[in-house]
Protein backbone atom coordinates (compact mmCIF):
# COMPACT_ATOMS: atom_id res chain seq x y z
CA UNK A 1 0.00 0.00 0.00
CA UNK A 2 1.61 2.98 -1.18
CA UNK A 3 -0.54 5.81 1.09
CA UNK A 4 -0.98 5.14 4.36
CA UNK A 5 1.14 7.55 5.30
CA UNK A 6 -2.08 9.91 6.31
CA UNK A 7 -4.10 7.05 8.11
CA UNK A 8 -0.19 6.85 10.32
CA UNK A 9 -0.54 10.54 11.08
CA UNK A 10 -3.94 10.32 12.18
CA UNK A 11 -2.95 6.95 14.05
CA UNK A 12 -0.30 8.57 16.12
CA UNK A 13 -1.56 11.85 16.13
CA UNK A 14 -4.79 10.57 18.00
CA UNK A 15 -2.14 8.50 20.53
CA UNK A 16 0.60 10.92 21.00
CA UNK A 17 -2.54 13.36 22.10
CA UNK A 18 -2.81 10.91 25.54
CA UNK A 19 0.00 9.36 25.38
CA UNK A 20 2.26 10.85 26.17
CA UNK A 21 0.66 14.68 26.16
CA UNK A 22 -2.20 13.23 28.10
CA UNK A 23 -0.21 12.40 30.65
CA UNK A 24 2.01 14.95 31.13
CA UNK A 25 -0.78 17.08 31.29
CA UNK A 26 -1.91 15.39 34.55
CA UNK A 27 1.55 15.32 35.67
CA UNK A 28 2.21 18.97 35.54
CA UNK A 29 -1.54 20.27 36.53
CA UNK A 30 -0.46 17.81 39.90
CA UNK A 31 2.87 19.17 40.38
CA UNK A 32 1.74 22.67 40.03
CA UNK A 33 -0.89 22.40 42.56
CA UNK A 34 1.71 21.71 45.39
CA UNK A 35 1.44 25.52 44.96
CA UNK A 36 -2.20 25.53 46.99
CA UNK A 37 0.67 24.24 50.04
CA UNK A 38 2.32 27.09 49.71
CA UNK A 39 5.05 28.68 47.89
CA UNK A 40 7.58 27.07 48.92
CA UNK A 41 6.03 23.62 48.32
CA UNK A 42 5.78 24.52 44.71
CA UNK A 43 9.36 25.50 44.77
CA UNK A 44 10.34 21.94 46.15
CA UNK A 45 7.90 20.38 43.88
CA UNK A 46 9.04 22.09 40.91
CA UNK A 47 12.83 22.08 41.61
CA UNK A 48 12.68 17.97 41.85
CA UNK A 49 11.14 18.25 38.43
CA UNK A 50 13.66 20.56 36.99
CA UNK A 51 16.30 18.56 38.74
CA UNK A 52 15.29 15.17 37.00
CA UNK A 53 18.30 13.41 35.59
CA UNK A 54 18.10 13.53 31.86
CA UNK A 55 15.85 15.77 32.04
CA UNK A 56 16.23 17.66 28.16
CA UNK A 57 15.84 14.06 26.53
CA UNK A 58 12.77 13.60 29.09
CA UNK A 59 11.27 17.19 27.66
CA UNK A 60 12.33 16.49 24.16
CA UNK A 61 10.78 12.87 23.64
CA UNK A 62 7.95 13.69 26.35
CA UNK A 63 6.58 16.78 25.81
CA UNK A 64 8.29 18.86 22.86
CA UNK A 65 8.19 16.27 19.82
CA UNK A 66 5.13 15.07 20.68
CA UNK A 67 3.51 18.34 21.14
CA UNK A 68 4.55 19.77 18.16
CA UNK A 69 3.40 17.06 15.98
CA UNK A 70 0.28 16.64 17.57
CA UNK A 71 0.14 20.54 17.33
CA UNK A 72 0.89 20.87 13.57
CA UNK A 73 -1.24 17.57 12.31
CA UNK A 74 -4.43 19.33 14.30
CA UNK A 75 -4.49 22.53 12.92
CA UNK A 76 -4.34 20.27 9.56
CA UNK A 77 -6.99 18.37 11.01
CA UNK A 78 -9.12 21.37 12.56
CA UNK A 79 -9.23 23.09 9.05
CA UNK A 80 -10.37 20.14 7.28
CA UNK A 81 -13.41 20.07 8.67
CA UNK A 82 -16.85 22.14 7.75
CA UNK A 83 -18.99 22.75 10.35
CA UNK A 84 -22.39 21.75 10.03
CA UNK A 85 -24.16 22.98 13.17
CA UNK A 86 -26.69 25.03 12.41
CA UNK A 87 -28.51 21.57 10.35
CA UNK A 88 -27.15 19.00 12.93
CA UNK A 89 -26.89 20.57 16.05
CA UNK A 90 -26.47 17.49 18.12
CA UNK A 91 -24.33 16.86 21.05
CA UNK A 92 -21.85 15.17 19.23
CA UNK A 93 -21.53 17.19 16.37
CA UNK A 94 -20.93 20.57 19.13
CA UNK A 95 -18.29 18.43 20.57
CA UNK A 96 -16.42 17.67 17.48
CA UNK A 97 -16.48 21.65 16.83
CA UNK A 98 -15.29 22.23 20.19
CA UNK A 99 -12.21 20.24 20.16
CA UNK A 100 -11.39 22.08 16.78
CA UNK A 101 -12.00 25.39 18.71
CA UNK A 102 -10.02 24.24 21.93
CA UNK A 103 -7.75 22.99 19.84
CA UNK A 104 -6.41 26.51 18.36
CA UNK A 105 -7.36 27.91 21.22
CA UNK A 106 -4.69 25.70 23.41
CA UNK A 107 -2.07 25.59 20.90
CA UNK A 108 -2.39 29.59 20.77
CA UNK A 109 -2.47 29.86 25.49
CA UNK A 110 0.69 26.56 25.25
CA UNK A 111 3.04 28.84 22.50
CA UNK A 112 2.17 31.86 24.84
CA UNK A 113 3.19 29.78 27.85
CA UNK A 114 5.60 28.19 27.15
CA UNK A 115 7.38 31.12 25.38
CA UNK A 116 6.98 32.97 29.02
CA UNK A 117 8.08 30.17 30.99
CA UNK A 118 10.26 27.48 30.03
CA UNK A 119 11.81 29.29 27.12
CA UNK A 120 12.28 32.58 29.47
CA UNK A 121 13.86 30.41 32.18
CA UNK A 122 16.06 28.32 29.43
CA UNK A 123 17.54 31.88 27.81
CA UNK A 124 17.82 33.10 31.62
CA UNK A 125 15.50 35.57 31.74
CA UNK A 126 12.84 34.55 34.40
CA UNK A 127 13.43 31.84 37.52
CA UNK A 128 11.56 29.00 37.82
CA UNK A 129 9.61 29.58 41.09
CA UNK A 130 6.49 30.42 42.98
CA UNK A 131 7.15 34.32 42.29
CA UNK A 132 7.23 34.08 38.49
CA UNK A 133 3.98 32.82 38.57
CA UNK A 134 2.62 34.98 41.05
CA UNK A 135 4.01 37.88 38.57
CA UNK A 136 2.11 36.42 35.42
CA UNK A 137 -1.64 35.77 37.38
CA UNK A 138 -1.91 38.82 39.81
CA UNK A 139 -2.11 40.87 36.60
CA UNK A 140 -6.25 40.35 35.56
CA UNK A 141 -5.73 40.11 31.71
CA UNK A 142 -3.19 37.50 32.09
CA UNK A 143 -5.50 35.30 34.71
CA UNK A 144 -8.45 34.94 32.94
CA UNK A 145 -6.15 34.04 29.80
CA UNK A 146 -4.51 31.64 31.61
CA UNK A 147 -8.41 30.48 33.06
CA UNK A 148 -9.71 29.82 29.11
CA UNK A 149 -6.23 28.19 28.25
CA UNK A 150 -6.59 26.06 30.75
CA UNK A 151 -9.63 25.05 30.41
CA UNK A 152 -9.65 24.70 26.89
CA UNK A 153 -6.84 22.26 27.26
CA UNK A 154 -8.69 20.33 30.05
CA UNK A 155 -11.38 20.20 27.58
CA UNK A 156 -9.25 18.91 24.59
CA UNK A 157 -7.56 16.54 26.65
CA UNK A 158 -11.09 15.31 27.91
CA UNK A 159 -12.79 15.09 25.14
CA UNK A 160 -9.85 13.76 23.18
CA UNK A 161 -9.79 11.09 25.58
CA UNK A 162 -12.70 10.18 24.61
CA UNK A 163 -12.43 9.92 21.00
CA UNK A 164 -9.12 8.12 21.69
CA UNK A 165 -11.14 5.36 22.97
CA UNK A 166 -13.40 4.98 19.56
CA UNK A 167 -10.34 5.31 16.97
CA UNK A 168 -8.67 2.60 18.77
CA UNK A 169 -11.51 0.59 18.71
CA UNK A 170 -11.66 0.19 22.81
CA UNK A 171 -15.63 1.96 22.84
CA UNK A 172 -17.26 0.17 20.31
CA UNK A 173 -20.70 0.18 21.54
CA UNK A 174 -23.24 2.98 21.79
CA UNK A 175 -23.56 1.79 25.44
CA UNK A 176 -19.41 2.07 25.91
CA UNK A 177 -19.46 5.27 24.36
CA UNK A 178 -22.15 6.82 26.69
CA UNK A 179 -20.59 5.80 29.65
CA UNK A 180 -17.33 6.70 28.01
CA UNK A 181 -19.35 10.23 27.78
CA UNK A 182 -19.75 10.23 31.31
CA UNK A 183 -16.57 9.61 32.68
CA UNK A 184 -14.77 12.33 30.22
CA UNK A 185 -17.09 14.68 31.81
CA UNK A 186 -15.45 13.74 35.38
CA UNK A 187 -12.38 14.03 34.16
CA UNK A 188 -12.54 17.69 32.63
CA UNK A 189 -14.28 19.02 35.59
CA UNK A 190 -11.58 17.34 38.06
CA UNK A 191 -8.53 18.50 36.33
CA UNK A 192 -10.25 21.85 35.64
CA UNK A 193 -10.80 22.42 39.23
CA UNK A 194 -7.20 21.79 39.84
CA UNK A 195 -5.92 23.56 37.51
CA UNK A 196 -8.33 26.76 37.84
CA UNK A 197 -7.73 25.96 42.05
CA UNK A 198 -3.90 26.25 40.96
CA UNK A 199 -3.87 29.65 39.18
CA UNK A 200 -6.36 30.91 42.00
CA UNK A 201 -3.64 30.41 44.24
CA UNK A 202 -0.86 32.31 41.90
CA UNK A 203 -3.18 34.98 41.33
CA UNK A 204 -5.03 35.84 45.02
CA UNK A 205 -2.76 34.01 47.61
CA UNK A 206 -6.17 32.01 48.56
CA UNK B 1 -59.61 20.79 3.26
CA UNK B 2 -60.45 23.35 1.45
CA UNK B 3 -60.01 23.73 -2.51
CA UNK B 4 -57.70 26.66 -2.57
CA UNK B 5 -55.31 25.58 0.06
CA UNK B 6 -51.72 26.31 -1.70
CA UNK B 7 -48.47 25.12 -0.61
CA UNK B 8 -45.54 26.90 -0.68
CA UNK B 9 -41.99 25.95 -1.96
CA UNK B 10 -38.73 27.15 -2.39
CA UNK B 11 -36.53 25.56 -4.98
CA UNK B 12 -32.73 26.14 -4.96
CA UNK B 13 -31.75 25.45 -8.50
CA UNK B 14 -29.29 24.86 -10.75
CA UNK B 15 -29.26 24.91 -14.55
CA UNK B 16 -26.42 22.56 -15.06
CA UNK B 17 -23.20 21.26 -13.22
CA UNK B 18 -21.13 24.53 -14.53
CA UNK B 19 -23.90 27.05 -13.76
CA UNK B 20 -24.27 29.19 -10.42
CA UNK B 21 -27.11 28.15 -8.40
CA UNK B 22 -30.89 30.18 -7.71
CA UNK B 23 -33.75 30.16 -6.37
CA UNK B 24 -37.38 29.44 -7.28
CA UNK B 25 -40.21 29.66 -5.22
CA UNK B 26 -43.30 28.08 -6.14
CA UNK B 27 -46.98 28.06 -5.02
CA UNK B 28 -48.63 24.53 -5.51
CA UNK B 29 -52.44 23.21 -4.78
CA UNK B 30 -52.55 21.44 -2.10
CA UNK B 31 -53.68 18.14 -1.89
CA UNK B 32 -54.17 14.89 1.28
CA UNK B 33 -51.38 13.13 1.90
CA UNK B 34 -48.98 14.88 -0.61
CA UNK B 35 -45.23 13.82 -0.31
CA UNK B 36 -42.42 16.22 -1.27
CA UNK B 37 -42.33 14.27 -4.65
CA UNK B 38 -46.18 14.77 -5.63
CA UNK B 39 -45.74 18.05 -5.00
CA UNK B 40 -42.54 18.18 -7.38
CA UNK B 41 -44.85 16.07 -10.03
CA UNK B 42 -47.61 19.02 -9.76
CA UNK B 43 -44.45 21.84 -10.69
CA UNK B 44 -43.51 19.69 -13.40
CA UNK B 45 -47.34 19.35 -14.64
CA UNK B 46 -47.70 23.04 -14.96
CA UNK B 47 -44.21 24.71 -14.03
CA UNK B 48 -45.21 27.83 -13.45
CA UNK B 49 -43.35 29.71 -10.45
CA UNK B 50 -44.91 32.03 -7.66
CA UNK B 51 -44.46 35.27 -9.55
CA UNK B 52 -46.73 33.04 -12.35
CA UNK B 53 -44.09 33.35 -15.18
CA UNK B 54 -43.93 29.90 -16.72
CA UNK B 55 -40.37 28.62 -16.35
CA UNK B 56 -38.40 24.97 -16.78
CA UNK B 57 -39.59 22.23 -14.85
CA UNK B 58 -38.13 21.12 -11.67
CA UNK B 59 -35.45 18.17 -12.53
CA UNK B 60 -34.95 15.39 -9.34
CA UNK B 61 -33.87 11.96 -8.95
CA UNK B 62 -36.35 9.42 -8.35
CA UNK B 63 -36.88 5.47 -8.16
CA UNK B 64 -38.54 3.01 -5.99
CA UNK B 65 -41.18 5.48 -4.04
CA UNK B 66 -40.48 3.32 -0.54
CA UNK B 67 -37.45 4.20 0.80
CA UNK B 68 -35.42 1.11 -0.52
CA UNK B 69 -33.42 2.99 -3.41
CA UNK B 70 -31.95 6.10 -2.13
CA UNK B 71 -32.17 8.44 -5.29
CA UNK B 72 -34.09 10.82 -4.43
CA UNK B 73 -32.57 11.88 -1.39
CA UNK B 74 -32.43 15.70 -0.79
CA UNK B 75 -31.69 18.77 1.53
CA UNK B 76 -35.66 19.46 2.92
CA UNK B 77 -35.61 22.24 5.04
CA UNK B 78 -32.08 21.85 6.22
CA UNK B 79 -32.32 17.81 6.98
CA UNK B 80 -31.11 15.82 4.22
CA UNK B 81 -33.75 12.83 3.50
CA UNK B 82 -35.70 10.95 0.98
CA UNK B 83 -38.02 13.27 -0.73
CA UNK B 84 -40.57 10.31 -1.04
CA UNK B 85 -40.88 9.95 2.63
CA UNK B 86 -41.06 13.53 3.33
CA UNK B 87 -44.65 14.12 3.49
CA UNK B 88 -46.06 17.97 2.93
CA UNK B 89 -48.48 17.84 6.02
CA UNK B 90 -45.32 17.29 8.62
CA UNK B 91 -43.14 19.57 6.89
CA UNK B 92 -43.18 23.37 7.40
CA UNK B 93 -43.83 25.88 5.29
CA UNK B 94 -42.29 27.61 3.11
CA UNK B 95 -40.47 24.23 2.23
CA UNK B 96 -37.08 24.97 1.46
CA UNK B 97 -35.32 22.44 -0.84
CA UNK B 98 -31.76 22.02 -1.74
CA UNK B 99 -29.87 19.55 -3.42
CA UNK B 100 -27.08 17.53 -1.25
CA UNK B 101 -23.73 19.76 -1.49
CA UNK B 102 -21.81 17.07 -0.76
CA UNK B 103 -22.31 15.86 -4.10
CA UNK B 104 -21.73 17.45 -7.63
CA UNK B 105 -25.28 19.01 -8.87
CA UNK B 106 -26.23 18.02 -12.15
CA UNK B 107 -29.02 19.70 -12.48
CA UNK B 108 -32.10 21.47 -9.92
CA UNK B 109 -32.01 18.58 -7.22
CA UNK B 110 -30.33 15.61 -9.16
CA UNK B 111 -26.78 14.99 -7.75
CA UNK B 112 -24.06 12.38 -9.14
CA UNK B 113 -23.56 10.04 -6.08
CA UNK B 114 -20.80 8.11 -8.27
CA UNK B 115 -18.62 8.85 -5.68
CA UNK B 116 -20.52 6.47 -3.80
CA UNK B 117 -20.51 3.44 -5.96
CA UNK B 118 -16.66 4.33 -6.51
CA UNK B 119 -16.45 3.47 -2.66
CA UNK B 120 -17.87 -0.03 -2.84
CA UNK B 121 -16.33 -1.09 -5.62
CA UNK B 122 -12.81 0.32 -4.01
CA UNK B 123 -13.68 -1.81 -0.80
CA UNK B 124 -15.24 -4.57 -2.63
CA UNK B 125 -18.52 -4.27 -1.12
CA UNK B 126 -19.22 -8.00 -2.23
CA UNK B 127 -18.63 -11.19 -2.18
CA UNK B 128 -16.50 -13.04 -4.51
CA UNK B 129 -17.42 -16.77 -5.30
CA UNK B 130 -16.52 -16.81 -8.68
CA UNK B 131 -13.82 -19.17 -10.01
CA UNK B 132 -12.90 -21.32 -12.70
CA UNK B 133 -14.43 -24.50 -11.00
CA UNK B 134 -17.79 -25.08 -8.27
CA UNK B 135 -16.20 -23.84 -5.08
CA UNK B 136 -18.66 -26.04 -3.31
CA UNK B 137 -20.81 -24.43 -0.58
CA UNK B 138 -19.39 -21.60 1.61
CA UNK B 139 -19.10 -21.96 5.38
CA UNK B 140 -22.66 -21.45 7.46
CA UNK B 141 -23.78 -18.31 8.96
CA UNK B 142 -25.28 -18.05 12.43
CA UNK B 143 -28.52 -16.88 12.41
CA UNK B 144 -27.81 -14.08 15.36
CA UNK B 145 -24.67 -12.83 13.01
CA UNK B 146 -27.29 -13.00 10.37
CA UNK B 147 -29.82 -10.80 11.71
CA UNK B 148 -27.46 -8.31 12.47
CA UNK B 149 -25.72 -8.09 9.40
CA UNK B 150 -29.24 -7.63 7.75
CA UNK B 151 -29.25 -3.93 9.62
CA UNK B 152 -26.16 -3.23 7.68
CA UNK B 153 -27.41 -4.65 4.68
CA UNK B 154 -29.88 -1.78 4.32
CA UNK B 155 -27.78 0.50 3.33
CA UNK B 156 -29.11 2.22 0.13
CA UNK B 157 -26.21 4.07 -1.04
CA UNK B 158 -28.71 7.40 -0.56
CA UNK B 159 -25.67 9.75 0.65
CA UNK B 160 -27.76 11.32 3.47
CA UNK B 161 -24.87 10.36 6.09
CA UNK B 162 -21.93 11.94 3.73
CA UNK B 163 -24.30 15.38 3.30
CA UNK B 164 -24.22 14.95 7.47
CA UNK B 165 -20.94 14.27 7.50
CA UNK B 166 -18.50 17.72 8.58
CA UNK B 167 -15.41 15.67 7.54
CA UNK B 168 -16.91 14.70 4.29
CA UNK B 169 -15.81 17.83 1.84
CA UNK B 170 -13.72 19.42 -0.88
CA UNK B 171 -10.53 19.78 1.38
CA UNK B 172 -11.02 15.85 2.53
CA UNK B 173 -11.12 12.28 0.93
CA UNK B 174 -12.37 11.07 3.40
CA UNK B 175 -14.53 7.94 2.03
CA UNK B 176 -17.55 8.85 4.53
CA UNK B 177 -19.49 6.39 6.47
CA UNK B 178 -21.59 4.43 4.02
CA UNK B 179 -18.75 2.73 2.79
CA UNK B 180 -17.23 1.82 5.97
CA UNK B 181 -20.30 0.32 7.09
CA UNK B 182 -20.39 -2.26 4.00
CA UNK B 183 -16.83 -3.42 5.32
CA UNK B 184 -17.66 -4.32 8.15
CA UNK B 185 -20.90 -6.13 6.42
CA UNK B 186 -19.13 -8.24 3.92
CA UNK B 187 -16.22 -8.53 6.61
CA UNK B 188 -18.95 -10.46 8.56
CA UNK B 189 -19.72 -12.78 6.39
CA UNK B 190 -18.40 -16.11 6.58
CA UNK B 191 -17.20 -16.09 3.08
CA UNK B 192 -16.43 -12.31 3.04
CA UNK B 193 -13.76 -12.57 5.57
CA UNK B 194 -11.67 -14.04 3.55
CA UNK B 195 -10.96 -11.05 2.04
CA UNK B 196 -10.75 -9.38 5.41
CA UNK B 197 -7.47 -8.10 5.28
CA UNK B 198 -7.69 -7.31 1.79
CA UNK B 199 -10.73 -5.33 3.19
CA UNK B 200 -9.17 -3.37 5.65
CA UNK B 201 -5.88 -2.18 3.84
CA UNK B 202 -7.65 -0.21 1.63
CA UNK B 203 -9.53 1.74 4.15
CA UNK B 204 -6.10 2.15 5.38
CA UNK B 205 -5.20 3.66 2.10
CA UNK B 206 -4.56 7.80 2.62
CA UNK B 207 -6.16 9.12 5.66
CA UNK B 208 -8.54 6.20 5.64
CA UNK B 209 -11.47 5.92 7.94
CA UNK B 210 -9.18 7.93 10.44
CA UNK B 211 -10.40 10.74 8.02
CA UNK B 212 -13.58 10.17 10.82
CA UNK B 213 -14.09 13.17 13.46
CA UNK B 214 -16.61 11.61 15.41
CA UNK B 215 -19.23 13.99 15.27
CA UNK B 216 -21.63 10.90 14.72
CA UNK B 217 -24.06 13.09 12.43
CA UNK B 218 -24.12 10.04 10.07
CA UNK B 219 -26.05 7.51 12.73
CA UNK B 220 -28.70 10.68 14.03
CA UNK B 221 -29.07 11.09 10.03
CA UNK B 222 -29.53 7.78 8.50
CA UNK B 223 -32.78 6.53 7.42
CA UNK B 224 -32.30 3.25 7.93
CA UNK B 225 -31.06 3.70 11.35
CA UNK B 226 -27.84 1.47 10.26
CA UNK B 227 -25.28 1.75 13.23
CA UNK B 228 -23.07 3.76 11.58
CA UNK B 229 -20.60 5.10 14.35
CA UNK B 230 -20.63 1.30 15.71
CA UNK B 231 -19.34 0.04 12.53
CA UNK B 232 -17.19 2.98 12.42
CA UNK B 233 -15.54 2.15 15.51
CA UNK B 234 -15.63 -1.69 14.98
CA UNK B 235 -13.25 -1.01 12.11
CA UNK B 236 -10.89 1.37 14.33
CA UNK B 237 -10.90 -1.54 16.10
CA UNK B 238 -10.22 -4.13 13.18
CA UNK B 239 -7.53 -1.94 11.08
CA UNK B 240 -5.61 -1.17 14.41
CA UNK B 241 -5.67 -5.14 14.88
CA UNK B 242 -4.62 -5.27 10.89
CA UNK B 243 -2.10 -2.75 11.44
CA UNK B 244 -0.10 -4.82 14.03
CA UNK B 245 -0.36 -8.37 12.28
CA UNK B 246 0.91 -6.49 8.99
CA UNK B 247 3.71 -4.48 10.96
CA UNK B 248 5.04 -6.87 13.27
CA UNK B 249 3.33 -9.97 11.79
CA UNK B 250 3.72 -12.67 9.20
CA UNK B 251 0.78 -12.56 7.90
CA UNK B 252 1.79 -11.11 4.46
CA UNK B 253 4.65 -12.99 3.56
CA UNK B 254 6.07 -16.43 4.50
Redo the contacts between chains.
Keep these: ????R??V???LH?LLGVIPIGIFLIQHLTVNYFATRGPQAFNDAAHFMESLPYRYVLETFIIFLPLLFHAIYGVY?A??????L???G?F??W???F?RITGIVTLIFIAWHVWETRIAIGFGWADLNYQLMEGILTEPFFFWFYVIGVISTTFHFSNGL??FF?????????RS?KIMTYVSIIVFVAISYVGVRTLIQFAYGI | MSENKMITMIIKRQDDPDQSPYEEKFEIPYRENMNVISALMEIRRNPVNADGQATTPVYWDMGCLEEVCGACSMVINGTPRQSCTALVDQLEQPIRLEPMSTFPINRDLAVDRSRMFDSLKKVKAWIPIDGTYDLGPGPRMAESKRQWAYELSKCMTCGVCLEACPNVNSKSDFIGPAPLSQVRLFNSHPTGEMNKSERLQTIMDGEGLMGCGNAQNCVQSCPKGIPLTTSIAALNRDTAVESFKSFFGSDKQV
Design positions: MAGTGYNRRSIFTAKSNSNFYRNMFIQWSVSWGITVSPQ
